[in-house]
């Protein structure tokens, strides 16, 4: 079944204890993504990934590390989380291929920084 | 001014109507555009691409307006599993590069 996997789902952690939730897809995707949603804001990109080795902010970067080592995974680091990072955050993939499919986004992985 | 803006509702309507959205967008180079539909807590699917000649899609009906820089989902005889938060998402000059509205929530009733 092609998908995007999240991984923790749910995870609450302390202040300044690094952390990395995980994405990975089966569908061969040269593209990734990863966004936050917060009540009235919407979905936020956090940062993007062409390709392998190849990494760009969206608009939240601050606070976010990211690396594209493999094709198929695609990391969120958090190396110091703080409260306002407390968020539902996604990870989404998509072909660079032929016509616009859409993104497959994974089920999202719940933050809570306290 | 946002990117994409939504009108967040509710909208509560009984099943068998005919619902509409509308999403204003301010980047006049955007070039794709599309509906996506987020279930409570659950991640956003892709309902329709929109097209500059309008689209259609059994009981939706996707719509783009480039003069007024608007995008419109129209949804005839509701359903009760169309209950859902619907975002509109504005696909920019560069690829892969997605702008969503905050979403509009629709709720079928009985």
């Known amino acids: 079944e092609a998908q995007v996997t999240q991984n923790p789902r749910y995870l609450i952690t302390v202040t300044g204890k690094k952390l990395t939730v995980t994405c990975s897809q089966n569908?061969?995707?040269?593209?990734m993504s990863w966004y936050r949603q917060d009540p009235g804001l919407g979905l936020r990109q956090i940062y993007y990934?062409?390709?392998?080795?190849?990494?760009d902010k969206g608009d939240v970067p601050e606070g976010y590390k990211v690396s594209r080592k493999e094709k198929r995974n695609f990391p969120l680091i958090l190396e110091s989380p703080s409260p306002n990072q407390t968020s539902l955050y996604f990870c989404a993939s998509t072909s660079l291929q032929g016509s616009y499919y859409g993104y497959t986004f994974g089920s999202g992985t719940r933050l809570t920084v306290v | 001014r946002k990117e994409v803006e939504q009108d967040p509702g509710p909208f509560n309507v009984p099943e068998g109507a005919t619902v509409a959205f509308n999403c204003t967008y301010s980047?006049?180079?955007?070039?794709?555009f599309f509906w996506y539909r987020q279930d409570c807590r659950k991640e956003p699917k892709l309902l329709m691409s929109?097209?500059?000649s309008g689209n259609e899609d059994g009981r939706f009906t996707a719509q783009l307006n480039r003069a007024s820089q608007y995008i419109s989902l129209l949804i005839r005889d509701s359903k009760l599993s169309d209950s859902a938060t619907y975002l509109c998402v504005e696909g920019g000059t560069s690829y892969g590069k997605l702008t969503f509205g905050q979403g509009t929530i629709l709720t079928v009733h009985p």
């Open positions: 980047n006049s180079a955007s070039q794709s």
């Open positions: 569908m061969n995707h040269e593209y």
């Open positions: 929109v097209y500059s």
């Open positions: 990934s062409m390709n392998v080795e190849v990494t």
